[in-house]
């Protein structure tokens, strides 16, 4: 597993792919420097298209270790790529007991995890989804920084409004999990309100 280190295939795709990313789309980056350099931190946001977690792996030096649906490890055109690239494997459908032991494992080593609380990428005409309790759960047993950020704008060739913003980080503390979760979601919506306004 990947924690801290980057793995040799994701250091290579991110040097290839992050300029091809960032002519291509040309998106605004926002506040990437509430990122903490070090630490267990968990990047986590809204979800809308496929290419999301590219916007904050481009964002950072750091590795992230994404929290990714099992159907891309089911598939042999694609579980390698998941696997080497230190993706950890989620069941939607079931308890994930080993897939949140391994997400720990990365925060108590220092690491960073993305997550999407929301479950699956938006289709709807919902601003945002009701979220899921994985993030401030992981983030008050591992006492890791929740570092919200929020998309908006449409992935096509030289976009001229898509937009990730990053709010400061903060941490679950003293919270209970459904305060923290309302916390984080308001967080989320408030950021792309922001981006939005400001487009």
Request: aromatic share 12%.
């Amino acid at each position: 597993m990947m924690n801290k280190n980057l793995s040799f295939l994701y250091k290579l795709s991110k040097f290839l792919l992050k300029p091809i990313f960032l002519f291509y789309y040309k998106p605004k980056i926002i506040n990437k420097e509430n990122i903490p350099n070090d630490g267990p931190i968990i990047i986590v946001g809204n979800h809308k298209h496929l290419y999301d977690q590219c916007l904050t792996i481009v964002s950072t030096k750091r590795g992230i270790h994404y929290m990714a649906k099992k159907e891309y490890f089911d598939n042999k055109k694609t579980a390698w790529f998941f696997k080497n690239v230190g993706c950890i494997s989620v069941d939607r459908n079931n308890k994930n007991k080993e897939s949140v032991e391994k997400a720990i494992n990365v925060l108590n080593d220092g690491g960073a995890i993305g997550i999407f609380p929301e479950g699956t990428r938006n289709k709807t005409k919902k601003f945002l989804l009701p979220f899921k309790y994985g993030a401030v759960s992981m983030a008050k047993k591992t006492n890791s920084y929740l570092v919200p950020f929020g998309i908006t704008g449409d992935y096509k060739f030289r976009s001229k409004n898509l937009t990730i913003r990053y709010g400061e980080p903060f941490k679950v503390n003293n919270m209970n999990l459904e305060e923290a979760n309302k916390i984080l979601y308001k967080k989320i919506e408030n950021l792309m309100k922001q981006n939005l306004k400001e487009k």
